[in-house]
């Protein structure tokens, strides 16, 4: 069973940058695409920006220009930068394959706040 453990969240002012990680366990974690989620108070978790296997990188409109996604396959982990970050970005970051998808991990919570 795939595990999936996501850092570096926390709280940051308006217009603060933060990198989450997220680490996979397994051998498998290459040959997936992956995904960035996030899912805000009261909302419905949503996809915000993948990555295939390859690198080909997609984004959410919200988040297009301000985050990027990045990974690296030799250390099974994938990256997050967000920048220029706005109150609406805050949320419970997970990350996870695009499909089909594993067991969800605990997520890093970002908060976005004067």
């Known amino acids: 069973q795939v595990q999936l453990v996501e850092s570096g969240g926390g709280l940051v002012q308006p217009g603060g940058s933060l990198r989450l990680s997220c680490g996979a366990s397994?051998?498998?974690?290459?040959?997936?695409?992956m995904g960035w989620y996030r899912q805000a108070p009261g909302k419905q978790r949503e996809r915000v920006a993948t990555?295939?296997?390859?690198?080909?990188?997609t984004y959410v409109d919200s988040v297009k220009g301000r985050f990027t996604i990045s990974r690296d396959n030799a250390k099974n982990t994938v990256y997050l930068q967000m920048n220029s970050l706005k109150p609406e970005d805050t949320a419970v970051y997970y990350c996870n394959t695009v499909a089909p998808l594993w067991s969800w991990g605990k997520g890093t919570l970002v908060t976005v706040s004067s």
């Open positions: 990555i295939t296997r390859g690198g080909t990188t």
């Open positions: 397994g051998s498998i974690f290459s040959i997936y695409a």
